[in-house]
């Protein structure tokens, strides 16, 4: 079965500054793995996927990940956090039917 | 396209009633997925269906029905309420042609509070 594990539950970052969100996978073939943001009352929009081509992954909004297979890791990071990045982000493993999330990460972002 | 719409989008219910959450998309999808959210538990997969006429159970079905009588609806049914089904339900859909590699595409979810 493949699953993934968010590291922090919780981060807080001022504004300008770097956002790391960690990311461990259990996978026993090569992953699918996603990464959702879900903004306050809101539905979960796709910011990347990694799907075996490259193991630097370039989203939307500045976001980007990185699939290290010796770590078993997906971080997410973005350089310059900004007010609107503050949502909930899950990291999602596939397989070919079914979606597994991981608990999430909530990021607070302070003025 | 509207993509992935949901209906109801807020519903209180009392103990012991029942009701349909209607889920549809537009994109000709063939894998449709009903999910649960928790606070601090992420999204868990209630029941799924990979074709017109067919559905599995996902990680956490009980208490709940699901059919699939046309390939744009998926209809999640709960029979008789239980305040522990107070939740916020998604419904997402995806295209069976690229496998694992192929994006879900989410509705706006349903607030659904059981008193």
């Known amino acids: 079965a493949q699953s993934v594990t968010q590291l922090d539950s919780h981060v807080s970052v001022s504004e300008g500054t770097p956002v790391l969100l960690r990311c461990n996978y259990s996978?026993?073939?090569?992953?699918?793995l996603f990464w959702y943001v879900q903004h306050p009352n809101k539905g979960l929009q796709l910011l990347l996927k990694?799907?075996?081509?490259?193991?630097l992954v370039k989203g939307i909004n500045g976001f980007e990940a990185e699939f290290k297979k010796s770590e078993t890791s997906f971080h997410l990071t973005k350089p310059s956090a900004h007010m609107s990045d503050a949502a909930e982000y899950f990291c999602?493993?596939?397989?070919?039917?079914?979606?597994?999330f991981g608990a999430g990460t909530t990021v607070t972002v302070r003025a | 396209n509207a993509g992935v719409t949901q209906t109801p989008k807020f519903r209180v219910l009392k103990t012991g009633q029942s009701m349909t959450l209607l889920c549809a998309q537009d994109?000709?999808?063939?894998?449709m997925y009903w999910y649960r959210q928790d606070p601090g538990m992420g999204l868990r997969l209630i029941h799924y269906?990979?074709?017109?006429?067919?559905?599995a159970k996902g990680e956490v079905p009980d208490g709940y029905n699901v059919s699939r009588l046309k390939k744009q609806n998926f209809l999640l049914g709960l029979e008789s309420a239980a305040p522990s089904q107070t939740s916020v339900y998604f419904c997402?859909?995806?295209?069976?042609?690229?496998?694992?590699?192929?994006?879900?595409?989410f509705g706006p979810g349903t607030r659904l509070t059981v008193l």
């Open positions: 997402a859909s995806k295209s069976r042609f690229s496998g694992r590699t192929d994006t879900q595409y």
């Open positions: 996978s026993s073939y090569s992953p699918s």
């Open positions: 990694y799907t075996s081509a490259a193991t």
């Open positions: 999602v493993v596939s397989d070919t039917y079914k979606l597994s």
């Open positions: 994109m000709n999808h063939e894998y």
């Open positions: 269906s990979v074709g017109e006429g067919t559905t």
